[in-house]
């Protein structure tokens, strides 16, 4: 049956639902991980320091979120718009100034 515009989707997987293969993966590599985790430790150690930042960083990626760049177009900005982020932005500088 060809798909039709509008119609609403039935059957599949949910939203975000965990593909069971990638999941019994994920699994085993923190299984894996779990049980050498003194070893790659130790591992690590024996690195060179550049190497050892090398392997601190990879492991990071799996852990912290990536940041990404945000533009913002002002363009579209009414002169409101732009007084209300200019001085959103400078309290945020206060606050952090303070903070320290």
Sequence with gaps: MPFEKGKAKTGGRK????????ADIKARIKSLIDDKFESIVDAIELLEPKDQVAAYLKFLEYILPKQRETKIDISSLSEE????LLQRAL???????DDE
């Excluded at 309290?91 to 100034?97: I, L, M, R």
Aim: aromatic share 0%.
């Design 81 to 84: 718009e732009l007084d209300e």
């Design 15 to 22: 939203p975000g639902a965990v593909n069971k293969t990638t």
């Design 91 to 97: 309290n945020k500088v206060d606050d952090s100034e």
